[in-house]
């Protein structure tokens, strides 16, 4: 299995310029998800490194070797498809043989290799049907089998869940997970889904307009977000931001004129506008006496073990609540709010995150 | 729940047994939008087929009525040596010209494929000789061709060739008549095309990682996925490929010259029925064709079974 490393790839497309100078490197072994919203680009770096599309400036290297100008077939990597893209005229069989095939192995070992993948991924009945006579998730375990059977360096996934059903995606990516698990594998998987990217990732990319924002753990995007751009987009509901005021003794005072504590470095800096970045799990209701906002609920979603409150403050400021599923909070209801500043995020004047509060 | 999923599949199992009102209503209206095509099927196709068939069997000499004779007709072509000569002709000017006519469309196909920039120019460029009389298509080929001052033989002089006499030499005319077939390809390239743009880019861009070598992709993907388009393509073109009419008429005039080279069958009709007003003759040799033609075709559609594929076909 190998690593990947991106020095300095950029891609454009006539005039225009969807990714501008990435810098990644990918260890042996690792699950890295790219995420990003739609038309960030995230799906073209990973055909750029498939080899599907053409890279302008930079260069890419799999397992040490420089692969920028290699044909997608020498590149050592394997694709699954949003849309499976198995080739219908043949069966499961023969789509995971096809490769191999090609590549001149004997038909003996190209039956253990798809039969030992076939059983890997419980399709084996499946193998003497065409693609027409399976479900969608069946297509999309013979797709997987078809990248695994040729034992690639790196496994690239482009949004492979996105147009199975809910149930079928929680399926499939636990089933990726185990994959992973089992082959130790070099994985790059792009989605959409903050949920995916969360539950599957060694390591997630976010890009935005072309650009990488952030690179770290899950936990690192969640907790500590580099910018305002990552606090935004991962975790759902959005972080809620709020913007502050450096007041005397390094406290921030909210649009609504309370004050909170605020991290140790800007002591120096009053008068200046920062942004408080709180999740909606730090925020909670309180008695009246010990709220630090106060405002109308305008939506409640109800989830079961957990609703989201929509709270607008009388400034009309808008704040996500998460609270527990019993919280019987309607829409109108007047709820007074607490601030948990732990995971706290502050972000200066150029939306760069400044440390914890 | 339980009783929709019953009411689902009893209407799954059972579909209804007569068209309600709004059936009723919008089968009448398909049958209406169907007539004009079914009469002008039923005026201009069906009846002139029986009709041939009717004259087949009488002697018919377009002035007074026709006379019945049976089989005379049939008995007359099995010992016609021009019905034979131009049979062979046809067959063979059919089994060549048919598959490099594909070949060479795909090839086209398969380039204007890849083109980005200008792309429907091209496509244009490609059908445009479609729309030019093939009598002058093929008078222009023999300008090209013409032995001694035709700029094809002065080309190929010039480069230490010794060019036949393509219209003259009795070895060179059938395949001149074949060169001239060739020409032009736009229908074809343009179904082909058609086809090719038709291919999943997802499941074109698999087969890129899965082999490197463009050739494997051409024979194992792309024209398996556009086989319904070489069907189609091929049984257009032995159709037509046996009724060649105008190229041998141009090159070879109604005795197929030289030496019956250019000879086709639907010349020997044409010249039955239009030179020597043998019209149960001609009207024989062309139920002999159509029947010829369509078993052809159904052997074709036959063994299509196992090298066409549908993009519904599950199996």
Known sequence: ?357 | MAILAKENTAGASSPPRRLGLAGRGEARAGFLFALPWMVGLTVFTIIPLLLTFYIAQTKFQIVGPPKYVGLANYAAMWIDPAMWTSARNTMFFAVVSVPIKLVIALGLALLLNRVTALSGFYRTVFYLPFLMPAVAGSIVFMLLLTPDAGPVNIALKALGFSPPDWLLDPKAALWTIILLSLWPLGVETLVFLGGLQNIPQDVSEAADLDSPRGWHKLVWITIPLISPMILFNLVIGIIYSFQVFTQALVVGGTTGKPAEATLMYMVVLYRAAFRYFNVGYAAAMATVLFVGVLLLTLLIFRTARSWVHYEGDSR
Not at chain 1, 8 to 32: N, P, Q
Not at chain 1, 243 to 254: E, F, I, K, N, S
Not at chain 1, 275 to 287: A, E, I, Y
Request: charged share 20%.
């Open chain 1, 1 to 357: 299995m190998g690593a990947v490393q991106l020095t300095g790839v950029r891609k454009l497309f006539g005039a225009l310029e969807v990714i501008k100078g990435v810098d990644l490197s990918i260890a042996d072994g690792e699950l890295v998800v790219f995420v990003g919203p739609s038309g960030c680009g995230k799906s073209t770096l990973l055909r750029m490194i498939a080899g599907l599309e053409d890279v302008d400036y930079g260069d890419i290297r799999i397992a040490g070797a420089d692969v920028t100008e290699l044909a997608p077939a020498r590149r050592g990597v394997a694709m699954v498809f949003q849309n499976y893209a198995l080739y219908p005229h043949m069966t499961a069989y023969d789509n995971l043989a096809y490769g191999l095939r090609r590549a001149g192995m004997a038909r003996a070992e190209v039956d253990v290799r798809v039969r030992d993948t076939a059983a890997l991924l419980q399709i084996t009945e499946l193998l003497p049907r065409r693609p027409k006579a399976m479900s969608g998730g069946q297509r999309q375990r013979v797709a997987i089998g078809r990248a695994i059977v040729r034992k690639p360096e790196v496994f690239l996934f482009d949004e492979p869940l996105s147009n199975l059903d809910a149930a079928l995606r929680v399926e499939m990516r636990s089933q990726i997970a185990r994959l992973h698990q089992e082959l130790q594998a070099t994985m790059i998987f792009v989605t959409h889904d903050q949920v995916e990217a969360m539950t599957l990732a060694d390591r997630i990319v976010v890009l935005n307009a072309g650009r990488v924002e952030q690179v770290g753990t899950p936990r690192e995007v969640y907790h500590n977000p580099a910018n305002l751009f990552v606090a935004g987009f991962i975790g759902s509901p959005a972080m809620n931001l709020l913007p502050a005021t450096v007041g005397q003794g390094g406290r921030l005072t909210l649009a609504w004129g309370t004050a909170v504590a605020g991290p140790a470095g800007i002591s120096g800096m009053a008068g200046q506008s920062l942004t408080l970045g709180l999740r909606p799990d730090r925020l909670s209701l309180v008695p009246q006496a010990q709220a630090q906002a106060s405002g109308q609920v305008t939506l409640a979603e109800h989830l079961g073990d957990e609703s989201i409150l929509h709270v607008r403050l009388p400034i009309g400021q808008s704040l996500t609540v998460k609270v527990s599923g019993d919280v019987a909070a309607r829409l109108g209801d007047t709820v007074h709010l607490g601030f948990d500043m732990t995971h706290a995020a502050v972000f200066g004047a150029d939306g760069q995150a400044m440390r914890e509060a």
